[in-house]
């Protein structure tokens, strides 16, 4: 075809393109100096520019060697390195060794170790049975025991509680706790006695005053509220009102108020 039948065809635009995708890599060597040749194996990053190692290569002094599987190994999710298969540990960093278990020991989840089952503990490469005592049953872990409610651990065994009179079980179930209207002294429960004007607070073993009184030498006093002042939210303490400071045991007009 003639020059003169691409330019009035108007082929030269496709010319342009095809002559401009094949020159780019020659006009990026041009703008940088030399172009990098990658090496074999390897692929060109997906962000950043140059290139990386395929799966199951890595980079060694700007070449991508091989990586050599040892027996019963594979390679991990980022294809740069290897792990041994489920059943296997790493031995030296080199070999994948098989993992022999004891009795009574089990692979736990990743494959890489190994556990003791239910009612064994593991002590340097055996699984020992734990011994539980009467009164006792194993936590949920398997690997120790607690005392059942109402028994407490003492030494290797579970000794019973002894509840004193108007006392319960805790809630932890290896202690005691006393009833509403008690409270604890050495190893029995004593009635809380309540002053004139008391009440038994939230927690049942000890009293506060009512609305008006305080507290003061184990009785519930009469508070004695000062003119210009009121009860305030406890009800067993007094404030001054809006525009009345406190001084001493009355309540005087605040002198920085505005007149």
């Known amino acids: 075809m003639s020059v003169q039948s691409i330019w009035r065809t108007g082929s030269w635009r ?7 995708l094949a020159s780019g890599p020659a006009f990026a060597a041009g703008r940088n100096g030399s172009a990098e040749t990658a090496p074999q194996n390897t692929h060109t990053r997906v962000y950043g520019g140059g ?13 991508c060697v091989a990586i050599v599987l040892p027996p019963d190994a594979y390679l991990d999710a980022f294809g740069r390195g290897w792990e041994c298969n489920r059943g296997y540990e790493r ?14 020991a089990f692979l736990h989840s990743k494959g890489n170790d190994w556990q003791c089952g239910r009612g064994y503990r593991k002590i340097d490469r055996v699984c020992v049975a734990i011994e539980v005592p009467e009164n006792a049953y194993l936590d949920a872990s398997g690997d120790r025991w607690e005392c059942e409610r109402g028994f407490r651990v003492r030494g290797g065994t579970c000794e019973r509680l002894e509840i004193p009179e108007n006392g319960y079980i805790g809630i932890t179930g290896d202690r005691w706790d006393c009833d ?3 409270q604890k002294r050495d190893a029995s429960c004593v009635e809380v006695v309540l002053p004139s004007h008391g009440y038994l607070d939230y927690s049942g073993r000890d009293w506060d005053c009512e609305r008006g009184f305080q507290k003061a030498r184990g009785e519930c006093l009469a508070l004695q509220v ?3 002042a009121h009860l305030d939210s406890s009800g067993n303490r007094w404030s ?6 406190k001084q001493g045991e009355t309540c005087t007009p605040d002198e920085r108020r505005e007149p």
């Open 51 to 63: 290139w990386e190692c395929d799966r199951g290569y890595r980079e060694v002094d700007r070449s």
């Open 226 to 228: 000062p003119m210009n």
């Open 91 to 104: 031995n030296d960093n080199r070999t994948c060794a098989k993992i022999e278990l004891p009795p009574n």
């Open 14 to 20: 496709s010319l342009i393109v095809v002559l401009a």
């Open 240 to 245: 001054c009102d809006p525009g009345y400071g």
């Open 180 to 182: 509403r209207g008690y």
